[in-house]
């Protein structure tokens, strides 16, 4: 199967690998460590790639964008993702939140949101999830009651990553009750330094940033924040997921790690029991299915015909590529030499690889979730 997009693609692809490997160092583990220079290398990269024009390459340039196409976004998300996400967070902002301020928010929302995303200066966090409505999402009891010309927000939310950096929050509250429970919901743009928002950090392997609780006790917030329309919330819900089920390029981190592979044991490779060889081939080839999957649901997206069955299918696919293919190269890194120089690198990307892809059928909405999509999908198609 030949992916190659044309030469204009493979230009990008190197222009972008060379960005990564002069300012970015060597053995970044992503944005969200620890360390708080992580983060910042991470911000700087994200004003770095906004000054090149290729942070948003696929925006409108009427919203900072450059009108590159859908392509050329897709080589920018692999090339990102297979280098451990150097924009740190600012990925869903590109991938999600502003695609969806441009297709649902008025025009005085695009102008106050748009341009701090395209510049790579703000950060956002998703305030989706509650302790009992994971991925029952529409089960939220987070609740908006009018108190004069504003609404009042009190509620909950759970395992919010980058609730502790974010400026802003993409936040789905109940505004009414309806006959279905997708009903009566609505999305509201608020910013994550007001009072009456309380973030509480949980602790998890994946470092921190990762998983938080946030309260809203009465938080003030008006018609201006309200993205769409009042109580029809659940249509633009949809469509965040189909932008952010596509927008990770896993499949891209998977097949540079298991590549990279066969150098790093050198003359060992060869001694690796033949079983452990051929499930390393098969994830070679599984990362290639999930790629295929990728650029067909990019293609449909782009052309305005994507369906909720369709992002389900390629998220059940990647994901378990995540973990599978975690597995056989844990197996693999075991068999390295710590004296080699390159086993530092590779070790270090590897764990952190396998301890990301335990959550990967969990985020976004679980695998069984995902499979209930695709199986009412094809029901419906006969």
Known sequence: MDFEMGQKAAELRGDLRELVKDHVPEHFLGAFTDNPADLETAQQFCRTMAERNLLCMAWPEEFGGSGASVWEQTVVREEMWAHHEPRGAQYMGVNWVGPIIMRHGTEEQQRKHLPPIAGGEVIWCQGFSEPEAGSDLASLRTSARRDGDSWLVSGQKIWTSYATM???????????????????LTIFLVPMDDPAIQVRPIRCMMGPHHLNEVFFDDLRVTDADVLGTVDAGWSIVQDVMSFERVGIARYARCERLLTAAP??????????PA????????????????????????????????????????????????????????????EVSHDDPRAKWFLGEVEDHWK??????????????????LSRSLLAAK
């Open 166 to 184: 974010a400026q802003w929050c993409f936040l789905l509250a109940r505004t009414s009750k309806g006959e279905k429970k997708q009903q009566g």
């Open 263 to 272: 150098t790093v044991l050198g003359d060992r490779w060869d001694d690796l």
């Open 275 to 334: 079983e452990l060889r051929a499930r390393w081939v098969r994830m070679l080839t599984h990362c290639r299915r999930a790629r295929l999957m990728a650029y067909r649901v990019v293609d449909l997206q782009s052309s305005g015909r994507i369906q909720p069955g369709d992002a389900a299918a390629y998220r059940i696919a990647v994901t378990k590529l995540d973990q599978d293919s975690a597995e056989v190269l844990m197996d693999i890194a075991a």
């Open 356 to 373: 990301y892809s335990q959550a990967s059928t969990v985020s976004s909405g679980s695998i069984e979730m995902q499979r209930i999509l």
